[in-house]
């Protein structure tokens, strides 16, 4: 599923948040950080305000087969048999991770405004169901 901005969504689980407790205000803080934790039900249902697509790192392999496979293509026409054949093999030996690369799909986090007026940053798009 993807969302998108001013789409309805519904909590799919039920979550625990778990952390220490900060004020938003410019109120000065206290000594002590009060630690607490949050169980929101599932079923809460809200509205997405941003969404986040956050690209996976590319291994040195994956780049290294893009800059060849940039190479054979741009150049390839242009070079002596013998140079094009082993570039076109390094470029077969690398085709396994940029095919794996292309399978793993983008890590997209949401913004979404409760109904019951929590906000969740940065929770995983899988967290959500659409109304």
């Known amino acids: 599923m993807t969302l998108s901005v001013g789409r309805r969504v519904r909590l ?3 979550l625990r948040l778990a952390g ?3 004020s938003t205000e410019d109120v000065p803080a206290e000594s002590g950080v009060a630690g607490t934790s949050v169980s929101l039900a599932a079923g809460i249902e809200g509205t997405v305000e941003r969404v986040d697509e956050h690209h996976r790192r590319q291994s040195h392999e994956v780049r290294e087969y893009l800059r060849l496979k940039s190479l054979l293509d741009d150049f390839g026409h242009q070079m002596p048999p013998e140079s094009r054949r082993q570039l076109q093999e390094q470029v077969s030996a690398l085709e396994e991770h940029w095919v794996a690369h292309q399978r793993r799909m983008l890590r997209v986090t949401v913004r979404v405004r409760l109904d019951n007026g929590f906000v ?3 929770a995983p798009e899988e967290a ?3 109304v």
């Open 20 to 22: 220490t407790v900060t």
């Open 12 to 14: 799919a689980a039920e």
């Open 128 to 130: 959500f169901a659409s």
């Open 120 to 122: 969740l940053d940065d």
